[in-house]
């Protein structure tokens, strides 16, 4: 059973910064790659950024390439994922979720993420 809690969202004006966490439970996620999404009004899923099992290799979109980054924790039967979002954009207004690469089926509820002065 595998189960994914995003959280850290909130609103921020923009250029502000935000950190979200992820709390994937489930051993699969342990020597899976991660990845945080995004899903913006009207639009489909995207990924925004992925971290190896082995922590030594990280993506990026281009859109958040430079701006965010993405970090892990491995705990027993629990990996604690983290994307820090600097210079924010409103553009980057979404609901963001964590999950493996590639995606599982199962996805969390995300957290919302708002950027607005």
């Known amino acids: 059973q595998v189960q994914l809690v995003e959280s850290g969202g909130g609103l921020v004006q923009p250029g502000g910064s935000l950190r979200l966490s992820c709390a994937a439970s489930?051993?699969?996620?342990?020597?899976?790659?991660m990845g945080w999404y995004r899903q913006a009004p009207g639009k489909q899923r995207e990924w925004v950024a992925s971290?190896?099992?082995?922590?030594?290799?990280?993506?990026?979109a281009d859109s958040v390439k430079g701006r965010f980054a993405v970090s892990r924790d491995n705990a027993k039967n629990t990996v604690y994922l983290y994307l820090q979002m600097n210079s924010l954009k409103p553009e980057d207004t979404a609901v963001y979720y964590c999950?493996?690469?590639?995606?599982?089926?199962?996805w969390g509820q995300g957290t919302q993420v708002t950027v607005s002065s």
């Open positions: 489930g051993s699969i996620f342990s020597i899976s790659p």
């Open positions: 999950n493996s690469i590639p995606s599982r089926r199962d």
């Open positions: 971290i190896t099992s082995g922590f030594d290799r990280t993506n990026y």
